[in-house]
């Protein structure tokens, strides 16, 4: 695996992938930084189109991400990440909403745990999914981050 750290608008980003496609972005100054293991090898090089797109998605000159990703979890998981996906940019969906778009309409719980194992966010866009009475609720890098990507998608805040 290798590995990079940029700055971003929202704070240190680690990027962590392998020849399969982007595996993680973390939030390093939130409370689960992720820490590159032993066997992992520092390299931006295989990172620049991920940091070219991050780079134009806080300018606001992104809406969707063109990366190979390559996510780890449980057929359930993979299957809610790939739900986020289809959010359109700027808007926003319950976790009932979600439960009902991949056919499980009682499980708005365990969507919602699946949504906060999110390796990749950001790019699989975990924070366009909101309480069901409009409220924020957890995001791995913290309310005030997830806030801020819904300013920028909805035009009412720019990071440049």
């Given at each position: 695996?290798?590995?990079c750290?940029?700055?971003s608008p929202?704070?240190?980003?680690?990027?962590?992938?392998?020849?399969s496609?982007?595996?993680?972005v973390g939030?390093q100054d939130?409370?689960?930084p992720?820490?590159?293991?032993?066997d992992?090898r520092e390299?931006p090089?295989?990172?620049?189109k991920?940091?070219?797109q991050?780079q134009?998605?806080f300018?606001?000159q992104?809406?969707e991400f063109?990366l190979?990703l390559a996510?780890q979890?449980t057929?359930f998981q993979?299957?809610?990440?790939s739900a986020?996906?289809?959010?359109?940019?700027?808007?926003t969906w319950?976790?009932?909403e979600?439960?009902?778009?991949?056919?499980?309409?009682?499980a708005s719980?365990?969507?919602g745990a699946a949504?906060?194992q999110?390796?990749?966010?950001?790019i699989?866009?975990?924070?366009r999914?909101?309480?069901?009475?409009?409220?924020?609720t957890?995001?791995g890098?913290?309310?005030?981050?997830?806030r801020?990507?819904?300013e920028?998608e909805?035009?009412e805040?720019?990071?440049?």
């Open positions: 695996m290798q590995f750290t940029i700055a929202v704070g240190e980003l680690l990027l962590a992938g392998d020849e496609g982007l595996r993680e939030f939130g409370t689960h992720i820490r590159p293991q032993p992992w390299d090089r295989p990172f620049k991920v940091v070219a991050l134009d998605y300018a606001g992104r809406r063109d190979p996510p979890g057929p993979l299957k809610v990440w986020l996906r289809a959010i359109p940019y700027g808007k319950s976790y009932g979600l439960a009902r778009r991949i056919r499980k309409p009682t719980r365990a969507v949504n906060g999110n390796p990749i966010p950001i699989v866009p975990c924070h999914v909101i309480g069901a009475n409009g409220s924020l957890g995001f890098g913290g309310l005030k981050i997830k801020i990507l819904l920028l909805s035009g805040r720019s990071l440049f």
